[in-house]
């Protein structure tokens, strides 16, 4: 029992428990999982906004490039001298003067090509030579097409380059690493040359004489990404790497890069995956994403590089390595979870403390409640809260007190029976043996006496004594016979009795009595009163009894009403009882003597009136019958007599019965 | 006409003695027996017309009697020796009991001498009509 009870406790305890720590789990998880998706697209949006922007600068200083060379021309082509120099076709002096141009900003060519269909004039190799210069590279030919001045990206192939200048044949010859991911491509080796370059148109007379046009070799060419790396990423490394990286692309090749393979070189002739390829190359867009380039994951950002006849021949891209961002994201995360875990422990711990200090005071109760239940009526109740719980125990400790009145009177009430039953039955054994005692000599003094009345010799004095001898005699014969039949438990001859009409019976035997005395009997009955199991002869005996008490201690003209009803036993509260209420307006009976009314020999009659015993006698036979007699009195206004007889069997039935 | 003869039988020498004025004042023959086992004695020496027995007595009591008289005289004394119980704790268990054993009366002590001398005329003319059959 107890330990039932205490395993029912706490499992009470630990499912409040349970609750605090899962919802503190439940709202931890959901905190963790949510907060380190934020972090991580926080993260890369911030890495990728960053790639993006250094995009722009890259291409930037990749434009600075190109304007560079375009404004020097320019301004060379405005020197008069420089046309003056043409006009006459001074070689020698114009090649210093482009040679001192292309020192000034790092030309890998240069020249002025007329109209006349050929260079004129090639910086690096002075040669006019008709089989070298029948060539006219796509700068010249697109100046003379548009008829102004073009820059930008332009691819030379093996043969221009040679035109132009055999060593950049040999600079711009790559070959091809075979790369993971990279779309298939046949050749080994590139001999093509990416180059920025512009022309400018030499006009003569309005019209266009000639082209001066420059460029720069990108192939191998480090100056343009090197910068970027510079200015962008401000030479930052990470871990000995550089964190940011920048390459120039020939078609998917890298043709210049400060991306570093394995061995620790520059990964020129490496190329790019075949799906930034296909984004980049051939849809045209941007790709802003994580990529793996050659060794290391990346956040990179590529864009086509369109050439001067608006051709993707290549790509522009910078990119940050990622793990640096990783491992940001990596101590964010952990610091992040650290905190989470930390709540989520705190809470646990807070909610373990809260389910104790809310479970406390029901422990107090339940440690309450086991000693009321081990019969401690007055258990220490310890502080009484101020919450529902202590309400709780006010109301249990309420409880506690009204048990505690109840259970006293049922102590004091079984006291009071068992007295009166030990009386009764030791009177009963002493009525027993004394009754024994007294008849034997009893009949000799009734014989004897009867025997003298026989004789005709004696005075009527001496009659008239032997007749107070012989009518003393029998009162005492009464007297022994109603101390016998208080002392026997004689047994309950029930059957079922109409009560109503008992009790109108028996007022039918004492109705002259009444009207000697001169007292109003009157009887009031409650209709529909169920049929109820009794000893008629007993009960009907009860009855007369407390009605002729009642007579005896009214005064002529008094009152006497008997009535029948219903009521709710007092001994078992759930049972309904009959009650037949005897009242009167006499004398009543003083305080004093309600107590003893029901001891054997109690009487307050004259003696010779009554023996004491009908009161003790009715209550034995109400008694066997389960019920009781109450009695209100006041002196004065008179007693109210309540026989209550419970009804063992009240069903169904019953009830209809009544309410019929 | 032959005198009657009545045993009385109780270990009360009152009601022995009242019994004993008011019988013989009635003309019957009265024999005392003041215990179970005198009675006994007296009942294998004589015959008698009635008996009137305490139920109550020290040693053997009435019942007792009743049963002896059954185990020794079966047949020729018994049932033509009616019996008359009295008692002054009368309760209807002894009544009952007295009566099953073969008792004729039941008297409860005490009795006036009109009672006793009713019981007894009674009973005897009951087995004066017994006898004749």
Redesign the interface.
Known sequence: MDESKRGLFYSTRSRLIVSFLSISLLVGLISLIVGIKLLYKTVLNEATTRITLDLNAAREIYHSNINTIHNVLLTASLDGELQLLIETKQIDKIAQKLENISDQIGLDFAGIALNSEKPLFHIGKLSTDENDNKLQNPIITSVFKNGSSVSGTVIFTKEFLMAENPELVERARIEIISTPMAAPRMEKVETSGMTIASGIPLYNNGEIEGVLYGGILLNKNNAIVDRVRETVFQEETYKGKSIGTATIFFKDLRISTNVINSEGERAIGTRVSKEVRDRVLIEGKRWTDRAFVVNDWYITAYEPIIDIFGERVGALYVGVLEEKYIDLRRNIISVFIFITITGIIVAIGLGYLMANKITQPVRQLIRVSNEVSNGNLEPEFGPILKSETGVLQKTFAEMLSSLRERDNLQRAESERKLILSEKQSSIGRLA?GV??????????????T??LL?RKDISNEVRSDLETIAHQ?DRV?KIVKGL?DFS?Q?KLDSEPTDINRLVESTITLVKNEALIKGINLEFKPTEGIPVHIVDRNQLQSVILNIIINAFDATKPGGKVIVTTGMGISTNKAELKSIEIVISDNGCGIPTDNLDKLFDPFFTTKETGNGTGLGLAVSFGIIERHGGNIRVQSEVGKGSTFTICLPMEHFDEKTKNTRRR | MKRRKILVV?D?R??L???K??LE?EGFKVVLASSVKKAIDILEAEYFDLMILDV?MPKHDGMYLLEKIKEKWPLDRWPELPVVVMS??P??DTISESLVRGAADFLS??????E?ITSTNIILQRSKNHGKQ
């Not at chain 1, 009754?435 to 004897?448: C, K």
């Open positions: 027993a009754a024994h005692e007294i008849n034997n000599p009893l009949t000799g003094v009734l014989t004897f009867h025997l026989r005699t014969r016998l026997r004689t | 109780d009360d009152t009601v003695d009242s019994c004025r008011v004042a109550k002054g704790y309760t209807n002590k005490p009795f006036t001498p009109d006793l």
